[in-house]
């Protein structure tokens, strides 16, 4: 495995860079089953696109946060 890192930074800046970052890091991994798209599913949702791979894209999300438990927000104007 070839690491960018080792390109672009020097060896003795990225010495530092590593040795500055020894922490802990933990991270949780869901894995889901295959989502495979069906008709009833695009009937059921056909009012989340106008094209059936923006159906699709809705459901991915929905059925990714609820798993994760994260929000979803539509509206990204701040």
Not at 4 to 16: H, L, Q, S
Not at 66 to 77: R, S, Y
């Amino acid at each position: 495995m070839i690491n960018a890192n080792y390109d672009v930074v020097g060896f003795w800046t990225f010495v530092i860079l590593l040795l500055s970052s020894l922490s802990c890091y933990k991270s949780t991994l869901y894995i889901m089953p295959e989502f495979v798209p069906n008709e009833y599913m695009f009937t059921k949702h056909a009012s989340k696109g106008a094209e059936k791979w923006e159906v699709y894209a809705w459901c991915v999300r929905d059925a990714i946060a609820k798993a994760g438990d994260f929000k979803v927000v539509d509206d990204l104007t701040i």
